[in-house]
């Protein structure tokens, strides 16, 4: 349950055993391949080709290709999960590449047809409007003698045409084939002898000339043809169809062998990062210290040949981190993650924010009912959805926060937001009030009781860091800085409380305010003189030591903060209690079916204010640890440990 | 008179609802925005895009709170106004300031570092809790409005 501690190594070997090392490191997934530093006169190692590349990239292609006709696999199933052994036996058994191949085939196929068809559809919409056309569509344009044009112009300016080509030449014709209220189509036949003049004309009119598909035939027979076309490429297309849902068949098996090309593709990575002689080579990676033994045994069944080496980092280099947390505490690295994770040197705040945590987010909900809402969800989602590990922490946090939800809910008299009248018999004691409950968070002194807890925790929480800070240095060996930049300041913030309460007379009686009053002046004393110690001059020990004191602000607005504690809670609760009552207004108010209404009103102002609460209660509780909590005693910014794996995109191996 | 001490008390709820409404449509508007942008890159972040333009969101809510929880208080929702003193409906109108005008403020504020963090998702998924955290903190300030309205609402003897 911490930041395990990470060993830089050197594994050094023979070239002939690399492809199983490889293999083995892989599997295993215990080390993080980095650069081999300090070697100028050491070789790369052959790299191998880019087939994983190339075949990566197809099998990607047919994927998408097949993406609409695959069986969707239900929701609950999630990714194929299977084992390393069979994935390995489908890359063998399983033809990919002719199945890569019949996809690029039927795509240009398919394609081709698409497009064919689409060009046919066009055609048959212009000669739609030409069906009356009365010469075959291959007509000449011309001949010695005489000029046709076919072309559209407005139907008003039709009369105007006919007439002034008369007056032309009593040779020309136009001939309408079709006329709508706004064009008419037509063909004019004109003596070339008077074509300059017709064409003015043709002009003036506001004629357009169309270009028609040359065919050996008449419209109508050509329409007749497409139509007889359209249907061969449909029926093409059915076929097509089968042929897809044909190929999709094998859309799992792509899946799986597109991971397995993934590792090889990490491989050749991995090799990238190696050095070596004619027979040799090294590799360079970080392993948790407590993996190094059985990587070795491993090793050594492959040859004796190999050495595992325990190395210094570089200066300056940095430690990758690997947190690892028990059962109970791991769903709470998701948070850690959110903020990033601790330096090596730090402490991984996971085990000690997990209470803390989920006590927040329960008080920023505290309806049992939303709370067995969410527990119950949780609880299906793990059991009966195959989820990939990384989602299951998430998962499980959610679940737990429903189950301390549902005691804070208890304690709170929050049940959806109703009132004890409104609520089932059972859940209300004799007096009239929810049993068990402890805070009514909506009357009397209520809300201040529901603040001051949520101060109080606040004040645990923050000193709680500060003293974890401590803690850790002592361990650490930092023992004066412990003391003096933790310890000394949990005092001084416990003497100045005790000081306030104690001469208010609230909670330590009065006759105790003289103590605390001389420790909290102690610890003014302390502070002064110890915190500007890292100045050199007099002057700047002292100054800052005054100055120091102003960090008493940040703790009193680091502990105000947690007033949304108690704003979110109230929250919750009163806007389930707004469902309830327009719910209830709406059974009133629309007779006979308002409550098919009010039904509607409950289950989504209900599940609205469930998301959006359990959203704030995840994201304000995680605030009041990255901000309020951490501050106290780490920095982060520490870089993932990534070992070279089996990583999968489409699958999960068990 | 007793009409005239209704009317300023709606107008606590009105001004709770509409200023805190306002300043989430602005923010969840611009977050929107930035939104649209980085799903026409990248679909497949639709449900991270969503998460991050909801959150200047909450600020309407807080203000619906105040509005309703006044509106309870002098007993307008189901069954009969209370009997109100002008003084007591201008306290109820005071009391709603904290929420509304933090909601708007900080709503438009949310809705820009949300925009923001929009982009920090479009460059890399992984950062998607970070943007969240960080619209996050601008919010807090609509929480403290919230939480004195609230205070003030339920110690007011009506």
């Known amino acids: ?654 | 008179m007793f009409d005239s001490a209704i009317a300023v008390a709606i107008a606590g709820a009105a001004i709770s609802v509409f200023l805190g409404g306002a300043g989430s449509a602005i923010g969840v508007g611009l977050a929107g925005l930035s939104g649209a942008g980085v799903i026409s890159e990248k679909p497949e972040l639709f449900g991270k895009v969503l998460l991050i333009q909801a959150l200047p969101g909450t600020q309407g809510i807080y203000g619906f709170l105040g509005g309703l929880l006044i509106l309870i208080q002098i007993g307008l929702l189901g069954g009969e106004p209370a009997a109100l003193s002008l003084d007591t409906a201008w306290q109820l109108l005071y009391a709603a300031l904290p929420v509304a005008v933090t909601g708007l403020f900080s709503g438009m504020y949310q809705g820009k570092v949300a925009a923001a963090g929009l982009q920090a998702v479009a460059k890399d998924p992984q950062n998607v809790g970070k943007a969240v955290i960080m619209a996050a903190m601008v919010e807090t300030y609509a929480v403290l409005g919230l939480l004195i309205t609230v205070l003030l609402v339920f110690s007011i003897k009506i």
């Open chain 1, 1 to 654: 349950m911490a930041v395990i501690a990470m060993q830089k190594v050197q594994i050094l070997g023979m070239k002939k055993d690399l492809p199983q090392i490889l293999t083995t490191l892989q599997k295993k997934g215990v080390v993080q391949i980095v650069d081999v530093i300090g070697t100028e006169n050491l070789k790369e190692i052959d790299p191998p080709d880019h087939k994983a590349d190339y075949d990566i990239a197809n099998i990607d292609f047919a994927l998408t290709f097949l993406k609409n006709h695959a069986t969707k696999r239900p929701i609950w199933a999630g990714k194929p999960t299977l084992t390393a052994e069979s994935a390995l036996g489908i890359l063998n058994s399983f033809d990919y590449e002719t199945v890569v191949k019949e996809c690029q085939e039927l795509e240009e196929k398919h394609n081709k047809n698409l497009n064919k068809f689409t060009s046919l559809e066009n055609e048959e919409t212009i000669l739609e409007k030409w069906k009356n056309l009365p010469f075959e569509l291959s007509t000449p344009k011309e001949t010695e003698t005489v000029r046709l044009f076919i072309g559209t112009l407005p139907t008003t300016e039709f009369e105007t045409l006919r007439k002034e080509l008369h007056n032309i030449s009593n040779l020309s014709d136009v001939h309408r084939v079709s006329e709508d209220t706004t064009f008419s189509l037509v063909v004019v036949t004109i003596s070339k002898n008077s074509i300059d003049e017709a064409k003015l004309v043709l002009g003036k009119c506001k004629f357009a000339e169309v270009e028609l598909p040359k065919h050996d035939m008449s419209t109508a027979k050509r329409l007749e043809t497409i139509e007889a076309e359209k249907t061969n490429i449909k029926a093409d297309l059915e076929e097509q169809e089968k042929e897809f849902i044909r190929l999709a068949q094998d859309y799992e098996n792509l899946q799986i062998v597109h991971d397995i090309f993934l590792w090889q593709q990490d491989e050749k990575h991995a090799r990238e990062l190696l050095r070596g002689t004619a027979y040799s080579f090294i590799i360079t990676g970080w392993i948790p210290k407590d993996e190094k033994v059985k990587l070795e045994e491993a090793l050594e069944k492959i040859s004796s040949n190999i050495a595992i080496q325990a190395i210094e980092p570089e200066k300056d280099e940095e430690t990758p981190i690997l947190l690892r947390n028990r059962k109970a505490a791991w769903p709470f690295e998701s948070v850690t993650r959110l903020y990033g994770l601790p330096m090596a040197h730090e402490v991984d705040p996971t085990p000690f924010l997990a209470g803390f945590f989920i006590v927040f987010f329960a008080l920023c909900l505290t309806d049992a009912g939303y709370g067995l809402l969410l527990f119950v969800i949780m609880f299906a989602a793990l059991k009966f959805f195959n989820l990939p590990h990384e989602s299951k922490g998430l998962i499980k946090l959610l679940m737990w926060g429903g189950l301390v939800t549902m005691v804070a809910g208890v304690l709170f008299g929050g049940y959806f937001g109703l009132t004890p009248e409104q609520a089932p018999g059972f859940l209300v004691g004799e007096d009239g009030n929810f049993r068990f409950q402890l805070i009514n968070a909506t009357s009397g002194t209520g809300p201040l009781t529901f603040l001051i807890l949520a101060l109080v925790f606040g004040i645990v929480h923050v000193l709680f860091g500060k003293l974890l800070d401590g803690f850790w240095k002592i361990k650490q060996g930092q023992y004066l800085d412990a003391v003096l930049d933790s310890f000394l300041w949990v005092f001084f913030i416990l003497s100045i409380l005790g000081f306030g309460l104690s001469s208010s007379g609230m909670v330590i009686p009065a006759d105790y305010a003289n103590i605390f009053k001389w420790l909290t002046l102690g610890g003014v004393v302390a502070m002064i003189l110890t915190q500007g110690r890292s100045q050199k001059s007099i002057i700047g020990k002292f100054g800052l030591g005054v100055l120091s004191l102003y960090g008493l602000v940040g703790y009193l607005g680091d502990v105000l903060s947690y007033s949304r504690l108690m704003a979110l809670g109230l929250g919750t609760g009163i806007i389930a209690f707004a469902m309830n009552t327009i719910a209830g207004l709406a059974i009133d108010m629309i007779p006979y079916v308002g409550f098919i209404f009010a039904i509607i009103v409950l289950i989504l102002g209900h599940t609205m204010n469930l998301v959006l609460s359990a959203l704030g209660a995840f994201i304000h509780s995680a605030r009041l640890q990255f901000v309020e909590f951490f501050g106290k005693f780490m920095e982060g910014g520490g870089t993932e440990f990534k070992p070279f794996r089996r990583q999968c995109k489409y699958i999960i191996i068990q």
